[in-house]
């Protein structure tokens, strides 16, 4: 096989659970894009992988600057179809026998402790030694109400690799690692130089090779990295098993991230 032919998986996965992941916050509530990032998709196909302890360390550049040098690449995925969305409540709150509110977080008192407010904080007391310390805030919501991808739902992604790959048969989506089914198309191709194409799946512009090459697109902001669709470009494209143009060189542009 030619040393420019790219292996190309079409994956199609297949929602068995609800998927859920917050990509749009407005007061409490928390609402899921109808898409998936492809630093999300790497990881769920374990392509890279990352600690089980995070310190708060953005390990984009660690996790996937590998992936560039292995030249594997996986685009955004795209739902299949008109996207169905569930809506749901949570409540964070505590449910022992006493608790209280503060800002930005709720007090709960240990059995063998005493929580004492000492003008608008409190303080939680060891008895037998007198030594205590303040409630601090907690950065995540105690109720509210969520927007998540239902169950059934279908998306499609793309794995490009220099090499074959062995790829999962199933994945785990979402804050709360969802299963997905994956059916997987595998083709190769090599580069072709195209005047003009409109892709009308997800793309991630900050992988590109030229993304001033861009001329018209639709935007979608959400984190870490704003995504694209329907684009209009121009360069080296290689084909799809399905038959959709997928721009050649696209690698993780995470080069400088953290």
């Not at 590998?66 to 449910?95: C, H, K, M, W």
């Not at 709960?108 to 303080?123: F, I, N, S």
């Not at 030594?131 to 919501?141: M, S």
Request: proline share 7%; aromatic share 12%.
């Amino acid at each position: 096989m030619s040393a420019d032919t790219l292996h190309i998986y079409r994956c199609e996965l297949t929602f068995w659970e609800h998927v859920f992941f917050s990509s749009r916050e407005v007061g409490n509530f928390f609402q899921t894009e109808p898409l998936l990032g492809n630093y999300a998709l790497a990881y769920a196909f374990g392509l890279a992988q990352s600690p089980y302890h995070n310190d708060g360390t953005v390990r984009y550049a660690l996790d996937l600057g590998p992936l560039n040098e292995r030249g594997v690449y996986v685009t955004p995925g795209t739902i299949l179809g008109e996207p169905r969305f569930v809506l749901s409540q949570f409540n964070a709150q505590a449910d022992t026998y006493w608790y209280a509110f503060t800002n930005n977080a709720i007090v709960v008192r240990p059995d063998d402790r005493l929580a004492v407010k000492q003008g608008v904080r409190w303080r939680i007391i060891d008895p037998v030694t007198g030594e205590g310390q303040f409630v601090r805030p907690n950065n995540y919501p105690q109720h509210g109400r969520i927007k998540m991808l239902a169950l059934g739902n279908r998306a499609i992604c793309y794995v490009l690799s220099r090499e074959p790959l062995a790829l999962p048969r199933y994945v785990r989506l979402g804050k709360w690692m969802s299963k997905a089914g994956v059916t997987i198309t595998h083709a190769t191709a090599r580069a072709e130089p195209r005047d003009e194409e409109t892709v009308s799946i997800f793309l991630n512009p900050a992988d590109l090779p030229h993304p001033e090459r861009l001329r018209v697109y639709d935007l979608v902001s959400v984190h870490p990295v704003p995504l694209v669709r329907n684009a209009v470009l121009s360069g080296d494209f290689v084909r799809a098993p399905d038959g959709v143009w997928l721009p050649a060189g696209m690698r993780f542009g995470v080069e400088g991230v953290g």
